[in-house]
């Protein structure tokens, strides 16, 4: 088999989230929803395989074409309603491998949020 690789693609957290077929607040990466942010447990990588199945599952629950409904089964499911991702027929690509944190954006918040805060706390 000959086919280009797909090594990284660096965007920022929106981007990310319409990519790997996830609601923003879900992660692209882990199996993690917003509320488990910050927990120090180590969640599941969110898969190809993960994201497929749920986009199966919601086609089950209802169909693409009454919008609506299918969007209410996509939630529940953690997904944004992209139904063909632009991944599906490329060999070995998976969302929590060629995707990749915005560094300077997520350092820059983590030293805001955590360091500074605590910083001003002591002082």
Do not use: R
């Amino acid at each position: 088999y000959c086919y280009t690789p797909l090594a990284a693609y660096i965007t920022d957290t929106l981007e990310q989230s319409l990519l790997a077929c996830t609601n923003p607040k879900y992660s692209p990466f882990m199996t993690a929803i917003s509320k488990d942010f910050g927990d120090p447990f180590l969640h599941d990588p969110h898969t190809w395989s993960h994201t497929l199945a749920a986009i199966c599952k919601a086609l089950v629950k209802s169909s693409a074409q009454d919008y609506k409904v299918f969007l209410k089964a996509c939630k529940t499911l953690h997904l944004n309603g992209v139904i063909e991702p632009c991944w599906l027929d490329w060999p070995l690509s998976c969302p929590s491998q060629f995707l990749h944190v915005e560094t300077l954006h997520h350092f820059h918040c983590f030293s805001w949020d955590h360091n500074v805060k605590w910083c001003i706390e002591v002082v």
